[in-house]
């Protein structure tokens, strides 16, 4: 069945510095990858998304990239700050609209 | 504009009791979904609605769980009986699908359940 694999698990930064989250897919049909932010008690935030038709969309600190070949999409984070740690997720949308996340990194920003 | 609101924010039963949870969605957001989210895990879909209709239930556990939305707006998700291991976060989310739209969702802050 679908899959999307998130590397790494956990992730410790240094204020300032970058902070990227890689993810792959299975399906070969997912059209549309967003990326969400989570915090504590709360839901998950969409931060950013990219379309199957773009290489890379960039929103300020934020970036991701995609690879249709590869099956592959991350996300970039720069200039870290503290109120950047949470838990991170990337999902993939098929195009019958089904959503499947990956299991999350936890992001910590040390300041 | 309010986001999606859901109720309880926590609920604590016993096991083989039944449980409740609600869902207001985004006013116009004509899909509504219903997640399961377990400690240290992504969400993952029990059940998605457009309008009224039940468009993808493969993963919702139908011998002791059940969804409704009628009128096409809340929603509500029970499970009857609680087991141990239903113990999670229960999130809902609703976006606006429209033709050859993509799929932003929008989430809230869910719903803790702990069965004893």
């Known amino acids: 069945g679908e899959n999307v694999e998130q590397h790494p698990s956990t992730l410790s930064v240094q204020e300032g510095d970058s902070a990227v989250i890689k993810c792959t897919y299975s399906d070969s049909a997912s059209n549309y990858f967003p990326w969400y932010k989570q915090e504590l008690g709360k839901g998950p935030q969409l931060i950013i998304d990219?379309?199957?038709?773009?290489g890379e969309k960039k929103d300020q600190r934020i970036a991701v990239t995609l690879n249709k070949t590869a099956k592959h999409f991350s996300l970039h984070i720069t200039e870290t700050q503290p109120e950047d740690s949470a838990v991170y997720f990337c999902a993939a949308v098929t195009g019958g609209f089904k959503t499947i996340f990956g299991a999350g990194t936890r992001l910590f920003v040390k300041a | 504009e309010a986001g999606v609101v859901q109720s309880p924010r926590y609920k604590i039963i016993e096991k083989k009791q039944p449980v409740a949870f609600w869902c207001n969605p985004i006013s116009g957001h004509n899909t509504l979904y219903w997640y399961l989210q377990n400690l240290g895990q992504g969400p993952e879909l029990l059940i998605r609605y457009e309008n009224e209709e039940a468009v993808d239930d493969s993963q919702l556990p139908k011998d002791r769980f059940s969804a409704e939305r009628l009128k096409g707006v809340d929603s509500t998700l029970k499970i009857q009986p609680a087991e141990l291991g239903d113990s999670a976060v229960y999130l809902c989310a609703s976006s606006y699908l429209a033709g050859g739209g993509y799929n932003e969702q929008f989430f809230g802050p869910g719903t803790r359940l702990t069965v004893l």
């Open positions: 990219i379309r199957s038709n773009v």
